[in-house]
């Protein structure tokens, strides 16, 4: 199809984050792109947007993941799409490293991250 537009770019983002990563639901939503675009596409998207963590997103954070452990999915729910469960994850074990975020009792970071516990069911289109 070519190029991709802000538009389409806008509504991959707002759909993964109304219905996570459900690349087909989002494709057909696309005329023109494939499932497989689409995911890379985003994936291109998350890449742009990394930046240093401010201190307002730590300690949303640290906050976040004191109250709810590793429920990595109601966390990113409080980053309203801006991070991703990986860079989050990602995130925790490095608080973790420094000393500023304790470990959860009797869990490891490397447990807690892994792509089981990542991963969430696509909603069924309507």
Known sequence: KGEWTK???DLILR???ERGNCWAYIAREMPGRTEHR????????MRARRHVWS???DELLIKSYQ????SW???????NGQRAKFSITSRVK??????RLPSSAGESPAVQATPSALSSACPTPA
């Open 7 to 9: 538009a389409e770019d």
């Open 15 to 17: 759909i993964q984050a």
């Open 38 to 45: 689409v995911k890379t596409r985003f994936r291109s998207l």
């Open 55 to 57: 201190p307002a997103e």
């Open 67 to 70: 109250e709810l452990g590793p």
């Open 73 to 79: 999915s109601k966390i990113c729910d409080r980053f």
């Open 94 to 99: 490095q608080l973790q490293a420094l000393g």
